[in-house]
C-alpha cells in the first residue's frame, strides 16, 4: 500500500510540478555555472547506495569540499539557492527517486556514507529496514540544522555527537510507527513548516 501511494503521489507530483521544474533550471543556468541537478551517493534500503537528487544549490566550484553539511550562511550556497533552500525546493526532483523505488515520499532521510558508518549495528538494522524518505519527523524539527552547527567550533564533529543521535531517535520512531495515517500527518506538517518558513 505505501509503494501504491508513493508511485501515484510522485507521478502526480511530477506531473504538476513540471512546469515549476522548468523554470527553476532556467533560474538555476542563469545564476551560475553547472548542472542542474546535484548527484550525491547515499545510503537507503538495506544498505543499498543509490544517488539522490537535488536541484544544485551551491557553486560547482566548491564541489570538492570534504564537508557534507551545510553550515549556517554557507558561501558555496548561490542566490537561487538560498531561496531553494529557503523553501525546501531544491528537494523536490527526490520524487523521481521515489518513482523509481530508491525512497519514499516519507521515511528517515538518507545520509551519507560517512555518517552511516556512525550508526550502530542496531540503528542500522532498524532504519535501513525501509526506503528513506522526502521528509520525516527529524527534517522537520532540524529545519534550522545549518544555523544550530554555524554556532559549532567544530559542525561535524557536532553533527555526528549531538545531531545524528537525536535524528536516529525519530527514525527509529517512525519505523516502529509507520502507518498511512502518519506519513499524511507527516507531509501536512512538512507543508505547514514550509509556508511558515
Known amino acids: 500500500m505505501k509503494r501504491l501511494t508513493d508511485l501515484i503521489l510522485s507521478t502526480i507530483g ?18 551560475s555555472n553547472g548542472p542542474v541537478f546535484f548527484m550525491q551517493e547515499r545510503i537507503g534500503r538495506n544498505g543499498k547506495k543509490f544517488r ?18 551545510t553550515v549556517g550562511a554557507d558561501r558555496r550556497i548561490t542566490q537561487t539557492g538560498h531561496f531553494l533552500r529557503k523553501y525546501k525546493i531544491d528537494e523536490l526532483p527526490q520524487l523521481f ?7 519514499s515520499i516519507v521515511g528517515p532521510r538518507p545520509e551519507v556514507e560517512e555518517y552511516v558508518n556512525h550508526y550502530s549495528q542496531y540503528n542500522k538494522n532498524k ?17 534550522n540544522e545549518s544555523d544550530i552547527l554555524a554556532l559549532e567550533a567544530n559542525p561535524n564533529e557536532a553533527y555526528i555527537t549531538k545531531i545524528l543521535p537525536r535524528k536516529l531517535r525519530y527514525y527509529r520512531f517512525y519505523v516502529q510507527k509507520q502507518s498511512l495515517c502518519l506519513d499524511m500527518k507527516i507531509i501536512w506538517m512538512t507543508i505547514m513548516a514550509v509556508v511558515r518558513g
Open 14 to 31: 511530477i506531473i504538476i510540478l513540471s512546469p515549476l521544474f522548468i523554470i527553476i533550471a532556467i533560474l538555476i543556468k542563469l545564476d
Open 127 to 143: 532504519v535501513l529496514s525501509v526506503r528513506p524518505g522526502i521528509t520525516d519527523l527529524a527534517s522537520i524539527r532540524f529545519r
Open 97 to 103: 527517486n521515489v518513482l523509481a523505488g530508491d525512497m
Open 52 to 69: 539522490i537528487c537535488k536541484f544544485r544549490s551551491m557553486a560547482v566550484v566548491q564541489a570538492s569540499d570534504s564537508l557534507k553539511i
